[in-house]
């Protein structure tokens, strides 16, 4: 990863020096010719890293002197830290004494003492860069030692790539595992079995080493119609490294469909799990099992046999002594065999040569025949293979793989990922990254996308300029390609065709664990009696931390400061430590679904590099930091779920916010934050006539037609608001937002008639849902929206008539006249005087040239309006 480290070094280096020429900080006088002449010689060695990362596989000496560089590198990135905490400090300072020029004395003194402080900061950086150049200059010195070739660019149209729709992304054809499948599920769907007849269960088991594909196999007969019809519960449980059998009972209970325990208490949580499955047949898989406590064991099955006559347990395992563990006989034991070389080609192929032209797919078969022989029979290998061939178009680059010096290595860990290794190294070095961090999260997690990219970002792994939420999507787009992630799951509505979420393969999840471990010359011993050992090591690997049980500790050691993610998500806490404001280092914290934490520190202002601060879901949480406008990098607030927060007017100075999910303080302070994208939730209090005008001014003030990039908005009107009938309709109306936006939700609105600009033609609006708005008691004209695709009418009391105006009818081309061109989804719910719904007229029934109406209605739903007693026939029939 030397390369990767180095990358993002250099970049780190050029952003900053930009950043300092940009606000005329100079903090580093004095260096200036150290710092160009370090950024030419990381380029230079950068250009030689590739070949060094391969050398480094098999020759110690170059190994060992990869990890210095690596280790240096990641010191040289904490000065860097410093250097931009300065930068940060003195743009603050500037801004307090700019806000302080009343008294001139005043002024005058504070510069002083300020100037005195930069000095001192700039004196210290200046002597810690020399420092490590010092040292990098050393090792880079070395490197003309070991004879490295410089590498050759990576193909730009490898690197260009992007998802598509095709079998690369959802492979589900798995080769040569026909007469398996057939066998297992036969198994599955007989009654009664040898081992388990006193427990009413049969136990089976798929062995096999990694990478061979027991779990696919064990997919395909979970899947399979036979098996579906054969049991009552079907649960499917990833177990891997940890057998924790509180934490599997409550994880079948909840598969089950049970609710899950509200405690970790074990004799409630394993009767509870007993009841749920009691007298139900089921099959429960426990995939990749590799514990061999007995103990545990016997305490989860004792539990399962309550389930129903014919209830099975699969279970897929690498190591043969868990099955005999379990209790196994040798024909419950089921030992998968390896693909042939010729299923082996058959899968490397139908991916390799996916989207080539079938005339030249020819002169590839011998020789990628050849090279699925190197996959030694595992499908895995088969696959990340030909992910790594389909960007090779040439003969030459294919023979080059196949007479790759990487397979005759004899390093026992090299030797199990030798097909991963060389799609790793075609990887560029922020892919690289990307890719081994993966790492953090434990064997058989579901990964959420979004998540993964926001950390990424936090790490630095994105760059520093531009939409890194764009460049993040690109960046696991291109791992999708090569086949290093699976079990995908997609979104719905708009984003149908985006990955939500995924899982790593095992041996996929080992690798990327190797390449973190082999950098373990980084790791420095430690002897703090606050921290564990492991935790601060983990901290050294990834910079980042994940708590969901509790802090680690209320004072944070010193040791941790190298932090620049911190995940405190359901923790439980009720209180978080000022120690918090220590990691100054920090640029993503997630303290999310702490539903009992009442506020947040001062101190969290300190931490001037935070970029993302996760509140969701603080249900108790009563304001943010009166400091906040200190964050001044803070560009992603998620506060979802906290409707009793409260803001303190130093929000409005964040101008480069660009998520803030909810806002329920001044309107007003809004009118800055012009980056705001994504949605957004505004709750608006009324409290009194007093207010009445000022409220009006202040949604003005507030400019939401100047946020272009904000997709959905929610008005939301608390329920103690009270106020004329004018002051409603000139509120709703100051809010307009941009005609960009594509969702819109009003709740809880009392005027008697929604805005005017809701039915504007330039609207891209697809969705309106309006919702308790009880006092409308007409429908504005939706039918003009030309991208209308989902109207939804809840709760809207006072509603009485739906007219023709609705339809919005206006001439199109021609003589042609559309009423609700897009539309795919109308309801109306509970609208409970709803009485009429008019009708066109018999003329414009008959002129069907002239009426379009709702041409893509697919849903009509009509819940709860049994004041209506007849469908506007003649409109339906259009």
Not at 142 to 165: A, H, M, T
Request: aromatic fraction near 8%; charged fraction near 25%.
């Amino acid at each position: 990863m030397a390369d990767a480290i180095v990358s993002m070094l250099l970049d780190r280096l050029a952003a900053l020096v930009e950043d300092q020429a940009r606000n005329e900080v100079n903090l580093v006088r004095g260096v200036e010719n150290e710092i160009l002449d370090l950024s030419y010689e990381l380029k230079t060695v950068r250009n030689v890293l590739d070949d060094a990362e391969k050398k480094g596989y098999k020759d110690k000496n170059v190994k060992d002197w990869l990890d210095r560089l690596e280790r240096t590198a990641y010191e040289m990135d904490d000065v860097l830290d410093e250097w931009n905490m300065a930068i940060l400090k003195f743009r603050i300072q500037q801004s307090n004494n700019a806000a302080s020029k009343k008294k001139v004395w005043s002024f005058i003194s504070t510069s002083c003492i300020c100037f005195k402080k930069i000095f001192a900061i700039r004196r210290h950086i200046v002597l810690k860069i020399k420092e490590v150049k010092a040292r990098l200059d050393l090792i880079l010195v070395e490197k003309d030692l070991y004879g490295f070739v410089i590498s050759r660019s990576v193909n730009p149209s490898c690197e260009s790539w992007r998802v598509q729709s095709t079998s690369l992304v959802d492979l589900e054809e798995i080769c040569g595992r026909d007469v398996e499948r057939e066998n297992l599920v036969s198994k599955l769907v007989v009654e009664g079995g040898s081992t388990g007849e006193e427990l009413g269960i049969q136990i089976l088991y798929v062995v096999g080493v990694a990478g061979l594909g027991k779990t696919a196999l064990a997919k395909l007969a979970y899947n399979d119609s036979r098996v579906k019809n054969c049991f009552q519960l079907r649960i499917w449980i990833c177990v891997s490294d940890t057998f924790d059998e509180i934490g599997l009972a409550t994880r079948i209970i909840e598969g089950a469909g049970g609710r899950k325990p509200k405690t970790n208490q074990s004799e409630i949580v394993l009767q509870c799990l007993k009841d749920t499955i009691s007298e139900k047949s089921f099959l429960l898989v426990l995939d990749d099992v590799w514990i061999e406590d007995r103990t545990k064991w016997e305490t989860l099955k004792n539990c399962l046999q309550d389930g129903g006559p014919g209830s099975k347990i699969l279970v897929t395992t690498r190591n043969k002594r868990v099955a005999i563990m379990m209790g196994a006989v040798k024909n419950e034991i089921h030992h998968l065999g390896h693909l042939s070389h010729d299923n082996c080609w058959l899968l490397l192929g139908r991916i390799a040569l996916s989207g080539k032209y079938t005339e030249n797919c020819g002169m590839f078969e011998n020789i990628g025949k050849n090279i699925a022989k190197k996959c030694k029979g595992l499908p895995l290998a088969a696959k990340t293979l030909g992910s790594l061939l389909h960007f090779k178009n040439t003969f030459e680059e294919w023979e080059n793989l196949l007479t790759n010096e990487i397979w005759e290595l004899e390093e026992e860990e090299v030797e199990l990922f030798p097909h991963l290794i060389l799609s790793y190294n075609e990887l560029s070095p922020s892919l690289k990254c990307c890719f081994s961090y993966c790492s953090v999260f434990p064997k058989g997690t579901e990964i959420d996308v979004e998540k993964l990219i926001t950390k990424w970002m936090a790490m630095g792994y994105l760059g520093y300029n531009g939409d890194w939420k764009l460049r993040g999507r690109e960046y696991f787009d291109k791992l999708v390609m090569r086949s290093l992630f699976q079990d995908f799951e997609k979104g719905i509505g708009y984003d149908y065709e985006l990955i939500k979420s995924f899982k790593m393969h095992d041996i996929i999840h080992d690798f990327a664990q190797f390449l973190r471990k082999k950098n373990g010359g980084l790791m420095k011993q430690t002897t703090c009696q606050t921290c564990s050992p492991l935790i601060v090591s983990h901290v050294k690997q990834y910079r980042s931390l994940f708590h969901q049980k509790e802090l680690p500790d209320p004072h944070l050691c010193d040791r941790l400061t190298s932090l620049r993610l911190l995940s405190l998500r359901k923790c439980g806490l009720q209180k978080i430590p000022r120690e918090i404001g220590n990691l100054i280092k920090l640029i993503h914290l997630d303290m999310s679904s702490n539903k009992r934490v009442k506020e947040l520190p001062e101190m969290l202002c300190n931490l001037r590099e935070l970029e993302s601060l996760n509140i969701d879901s603080c249900e108790s949480l009563a304001h943010l930091p009166r400091g906040v406008h200190r964050l001044v990098n803070l560009k992603y607030i998620y506060n979802s779920g906290t409707d009793s927060l409260q803001y303190p007017q130093g929000l409005a100075r964040l101008t480069g916010l660009v998520t803030l999910s909810r806002f329920g303080g001044k309107l007003g302070w809004l009118k800055n934050l012009n980056r705001l994208s994504g949605s957004l939730k505004l709750t608006i209090e009324l409290s009194g006539d007093s207010e009445e005008e000022v409220v009006v001014e202040d949604a003005r003030e507030a400019e939401l037609a100047k946020k272009t990039r904000i997709q959905e908005l929610t008005i939301y009107f608390s329920d103690s608001c009270k106020a004329k009938e004018s002051v409603w309709m000139d509120l709703i109306d100051a809010l307009e937002p941009h005609q960009n936006m594509q969702t819109l939700s009003i709740q809880d609105y009392k005027g008697s008639q929604l805005p005017r600009w809701i039915s504007s033609p330039f609207n891209q609006l697809k969705s309106i849902t309006i919702v308790h708005c009880k006092l409308i008691f007409s429908m504005p004209p939706l039918g003009k929206l030309p991208l209308l695709e989902n109207v939804t009418i809840w709760n809207n009391s006072q509603l009485e008539f739906v007219g023709r105006e609705f339809l919005g009818m206006t001439t199109n081309s021609g003589d042609r006249v559309v009423g609700f061109p897009k539309l795919k989804k109308l309801a109306f719910w509970n609208c409970t005087k709803w009485n009429k719904w008019e009708d066109i007229t018999a003329e414009e029934e008959e002129d069907c040239v002239a009426v379009i109406l709702m041409p893509r209605l697919t849903e009509l739903l009509i819940i709860n309006c049994e004041c209506l007693t007849e469908l506007p026939h003649r409109l339906l029939r259009k």
